[in-house]
């Protein structure tokens, strides 16, 4: 008996070493592989796209550009794109399995995804390990891009740039006093911080900065009573889109009618949460709302073809993100991903939707445009543009 049980043991080591060697040796795979290959190029969405949200539209874009590519002949010299299509139910433990699951597979070359940067950033290191490219078109996480990751590209404006240029908006706009509600977690806390940081390099005093929790939005009416006894300029909302169309709703019927400047995205739902209080909201914008871009009123009129309805900027990423993507493999001459992600970083005036960007070293975006629009009389009003 004492004996099987060794035997057992053994072979339960023996499976762990041979898993654990597996996983290492994945990446060097996954390379000789790439390298041999001649037919079509493997790559996978994924993300939370069972559920409809703004960020789900992300996939739109990627089929959209995986299609066209396919159509006009495929990636130089003529290999396809064989799009795989991975929900991760948009938690952080379905993140975790489905990037576990696809990286084991050598053929893939690269994922686009996840939808949320909560959930991109825990399986970004996954990916590095099993030597796997991940192109990010919608994580705004600085800190996903501290890491020193290679194998990452991420072609969205960080959260940290978003809340300078809300804050020099400020400043051009003379609002020297100005409160902060911003949501309990790592985007708002980061986002409220480096509003702070700019707003003392430009002279404005921050009056109160006060969290609020996503299960607690009945919270908005005791901080617009709170308000209503403070002398300040503009509010700024560093929160979730989920619940922007409530908040500015609570805050206008506590009578705060000052400006509300805020980086959420403008969604159906909150607009019509927002009870039609939508004058005198500021907020970022990443895709051009009045584009003169030839190739962006081409992809908005295919897109709304396409999907009947226009697209928003988490789809114009989508679809950048496989042009990218296409763009490194040809400049690279090869899919093995540490070869193509050395050409990404290495890219400069890239022609995105909205205008030229670059790749930095870090693997982020550089010179992408955000734009400011304010709501004025049922309309947006594009205010002003900015490039770093």
Known sequence: MNNKRVLVMWLLVLGLLLFACQKTNIAEERARRAEKSTGDIKIAAVGSWSHEHSESKTFNGIEMAVDEINNAGGVPPGRKFLLIKIDDKGTIDGSLLAAENLSMDPDIVAAIGHTFSFTTAPCAESYAEKGLLLVSPVARNPELLERNNKLIIDIQVKSDLAAKYLAEFARDRKYNKVVICY????????????????????????????????????SFYSLGAKWKNFEFNALLYAGHHQVLGDFIAKMRKSGIQQPILTDSDFTPASITESGGHLDNVVTTLYFDPEPERRIAKEFIKAYQDKYGFPPNHYAANGYEAVKLLADGIKKAGSTAPAKVAAALHDIKDWPGLSGGYSIGKDGGVVGKPVYLVEHRDGKLIKLDVKKK
């Open 183 to 218: 949501v309990n977690d790592d985007y708002g806390t980061r986002f409220a911080t480096e509003f702070e940081k700019a707003a003392v390099a430009y002279g404005i005093k921050v009056s109160d900065s006060v969290p609020y929790w996503m299960e607690d939005t009945d």
